[in-house]
């Protein structure tokens, strides 16, 4: 968000997941050559990821086809919405308060899921008399966990389970080596990958989107101009259309038939605007001056960051 402020929510979901989703941290743990095998039993064998797979399903035979709405993965039991059918509407403003960091659907978690079992729980009542008990419950309940069987071990996929070895070590490192390291070890292994933005905008009415625009940031309305053709009248014409606000062009695109290349160009103007970075000299992330003290030397001084006002609903 500091290096691109404008980005509209999809586009910062998607590129989220993208760096550190399940499928980007399944092909890193491949790329590590760690080799996925069997959980054999409570014993582990260092450098393997062992785990319980999943049993394929057969849905070919005969009284065992599902409906998709009775799979136990579209069930939405914990996701925290007030209505958890199977076919309610999910709009974006309910993907970003209610699901994950990638903004997918938390579904099959208890209301009441632990990150562990045994973790500790905060008090409601500070500073009671119950509140002093409960804690001595909790450290009672804070126990090492005992290890699982083969048979209490949960199935789960290969992507899943080397997703989570890979946040698993990352957690190992900023518990032992502090956030220094686990910082490194991010921008080495995850920030380190080639991701293009452009491609992850798909506008539906770029022409419409434009225009609001350009009537919220006060421009003057867009205007499609003809910039060059050739071959108007054979079978492959090429029209390069450019999009104007007064004399200045926001965007430029080349198709088919001149309503094509008015298309292209708006959707050009709106990734350019979205797209819209901040000099390097201007962005300082708010962990880069984590700890700093005034006139410390070698830390970086806090700069206030843009905050743009959001995105084109339409």
Not at 75 to 92: A, F, I, V, W
Not at 133 to 154: R, Y
Not at 204 to 214: A, I, M, N
């Amino acid at each position: 968000m500091c290096h691109y402020p404008r980005l509209p929510m999809p586009v910062l979901f998607a590129a989220q997941y993208a760096y550190a989703g399940n499928a980007t941290l399944g092909a890193m743990r491949a790329e590590w050559g760690v080799e996925a095998v069997a959980a054999p039993g409570t014993e582990v064998d260092p450098g393997l990821l062992q785990l319980k797979r999943t049993t394929p399903g057969n849905a070919m035979l005969d009284g065992e086809t599902m409906r998709i709405k009775d799979m136990p993965q579209a069930r939405r039991l914990g996701s925290g919405r007030r209505n958890e059918d199977y076919n309610y509407r999910r709009g974006m403003s309910s993907r970003i308060v209610f699901d994950d960091q990638f903004g997918d659907l938390q579904s099959g978690l208890p209301a009441d899921a632990q990150p562990y079992p045994g973790a500790a729980i905060s008090s409601p009542a500070e500073g009671s008399a119950e509140a002093g008990s409960e804690l001595e419950q909790v450290a009672l309940d804070t126990a090492p966990p005992q290890l699982q069987t083969p048979e209490e071990t949960d199935a789960t996929t290969v992507e899943a389970a080397s997703a989570s070895f890979i946040r698993a070590l990352t957690g190992a490192l900023y518990l032992h080596a502090g956030s220094a390291a686990a910082k490194n070890f991010h921008r080495d292994h995850v920030l380190s990958r080639q991701l293009q933005l452009h491609t992850l905008f798909h506008f539906t009415h770029p022409t419409r989107d434009l225009s609001r625009l350009c009537a919220r940031e006060g421009f003057e309305p867009p205007v499609a101009r003809l910039i060059s053709e050739t071959g108007r009248l054979s079978r492959t014409p090429v029209f390069v259309v450019g999009v104007y606000s007064g004399n200045d062009k926001l965007g430029e695109g080349a198709g088919s038939s001149l309503n094509e290349g008015r298309v292209r160009a708006a959707a050009a103007a709106l990734r350019s605007w979205y797209l819209y970075s901040p000099p390097d000299s201007e962005v300082v992330l708010p962990s880069e001056v984590e700890g700093a003290v005034s006139g410390t030397k070698g830390k970086k001084k806090w700069k206030p960051q843009m905050v743009d006002i959001g995105e084109i609903v339409t």
